[in-house]
């Protein structure tokens, strides 16, 4: 099938080689011209396990094309993904001016029938809207369906997610574009989930909240543990044995960040407060997320008392391991709260402090060539993302060259034992002291 996706981030860009690779022709549209380029010229423009091989092996194979022109790519598919972004506004709710505005761009290009898919992740109804905005400027009578297709794919598994999703949801009100949408997920191997275009947008919404409150169940289960002497650890492991709940999602850390959880939670607070049915239960998921960090700041005073001059290594500045993602990490928020405070804080990211130098916070802090590096003369190790190989650092040569022996494992990444074993004063989340 002829494919064409609007909107080259994240989802885009990994929806569309992944469409390419299980056989369909893919158009990917972006109006950001060097982000166009960076993918004629072979390049990507972020961090994805698997993504640049897969990308280059499509474009190579002639299945994978990239373009600024909205109007060549509406008029190359026969389904038209929109994959642009759905950031949050001050109050929380959803800025939704980029898809009204792809929907009226879509619709001026539109003179044969489409399927229209919202890939973003939309408030419930939105597919309403753009199904009534396409109609306002289309031409008379063309034809044309909206259905709703959320992408439930992780950042740094963003390849597998997709070739080998859990689920796939097809919202729609239309058999014609139902029929079409079922042809278009036929290579893949996974249950397909049929429901209106409402349903479909709730899902996506509910979905990461469930999992946000699912960490932050954990999380506050984490300061029950350290005051009574329990270790979270265990707790995560008896509690998740039980089918019904699962051990994933269960590890304790400094909350959740990204892209996503924190807008989308925000947003569904705001979206069920709209309809008329607060949702007060996330917003106690928000206030455990940011008593999360100012906890394990809190903890970090009490241990140095005075952080102003202190030399401080931070390990892992992007919002989890495997991405060169620093959008909302709580990593990030954990740095400028040290530096606010006067700490000299010297950290290192496996990939991502180049995207890490963008932000103005980047020439307050040093950024080091190596984790070791970074605890060098350091009066004390934090560490912000569970990066795999922070938990292989020789515990010797670390010992030898912090100033003192003194960690706060903001992911329980370390053993404590074994760091206890080479001198270090050893601090965790939900684990004692
Ligand atoms: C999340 C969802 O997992 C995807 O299913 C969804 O498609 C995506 O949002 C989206 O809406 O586009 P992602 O943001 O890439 O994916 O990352 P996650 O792996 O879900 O992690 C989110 C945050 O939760 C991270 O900061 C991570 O460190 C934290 N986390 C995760 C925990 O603190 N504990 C856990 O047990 C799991």
């Known amino acids: 099938m002829k494919l064409t996706i609007i909107g080259s981030g994240y989802v885009g860009l990994t929806t569309g080689a992944c469409f390419a690779e299980a056989g369909h022709h893919v158009m990917c549209v972006d109006n950001d011209p060097r982000k166009i380029q960076t993918l004629l010229d072979g390049n990507i423009p972020i ?34 993904f929109i994959a642009v972004p759905t950031p949050p506004q001050p109050d929380g709710s959803v800025d939704l001016s980029y898809i009204e505005k792809v929907a009226r761009e879509i619709a001026v290009c539109l003179d044969s029938y489409r399927v229209i898919v919202d890939k973003s992740t939309v408030p419930v109804k939105t597919g309403e809207r753009v199904s009534q905005t396409i109609r306002r400027y289309a031409k008379a009578g063309v034809e044309f ?40 997920y036929e290579p893949f191997v996974a249950p397909v989930l049929v429901t209106d275009i409402n349903s479909a947008e709730l899902i996506k919404h509910a ?57 989308d939670i925000s947003a569904f607070i705001a979206i069920a407060e709209q309809l008329g049915a607060p949702l007060n239960l996330l917003k106690e998921v928000e206030k455990i997320n940011a008593h999360q960090l100012n906890r394990f700041l809190q903890g970090i005073r009490e241990a140095l008392w005075v952080l102003k001059d202190k030399k401080l290594a931070v390990w892992g500045i992007s919002f989890k391991p ?56 350091a009066e004390a190790l934090i560490v912000a993302t569970e990066w795999p190989e922070f938990a292989t650092v020789d515990l010797a040569e670390l010992r030898d060259v912090m100033r003192t022996p003194l960690i706060f494992d903001g992911r329980n990444l370390l053993d404590p034992e074994a760091a206890a074993s080479h ?9 004692g002291t």
């Not at 699962?246 to 590890?251: I, T, V, Y």
Request: glycine share 10%; hydrophobic share 40%.
């Open 47 to 80: 961090y994805e396990p698997g993504l640049a091989t897969l990308v280059k092996k499509n474009v190579v194979s002639k299945r994978l094309q990239f373009t600024t022109s909205t109007e060549d790519g509406v008029n190359y598919g026969e389904v038209i």
């Open 145 to 184: 369906d909206v259905v709703s297709n959320p992408e439930f794919l992780r950042e740094g598994s963003a390849v597998d997610d997709l070739m080998h999703p859990d689920r796939i949801v097809i919202g729609g009100n239309s058999d014609r574009a139902l029929a079409v949408m079922q042809k278009v």
């Open 207 to 263: 979905a990461n909240s469930f999992l946000a409150l699912k960490i932050s169940y954990i999380n506050a289960l984490s300061e029950i543990c350290e005051i009574s002497g329990a270790d979270v650890e265990k707790v995560a492991e008896g509690i998740g044995m039980d089918k019904r709940i699962g051990r994933s999602f269960l590890n304790a850390g400094l909350g959740y960040g990204g892209s996503c959880f924190p807008k």
């Open 322 to 377: 495997n991405t060169d993602d620093v959008r909302s990490s709580v990593a990030v928020n954990l740095i400028e709260a040290l530096v606010a405070e006067g700490a000299k804080v010297t950290a290192f990211d496996p990939k991502g402090m180049e995207k890490f130098k963008e932000l103005p916070l980047a020439g307050k802090v040093t950024l080091t060539e190596s984790a070791l590096e970074a605890a060098r003369d």
């Open 423 to 431: 001198g270090f004063q050893y601090r965790g989340i939900g684990r």
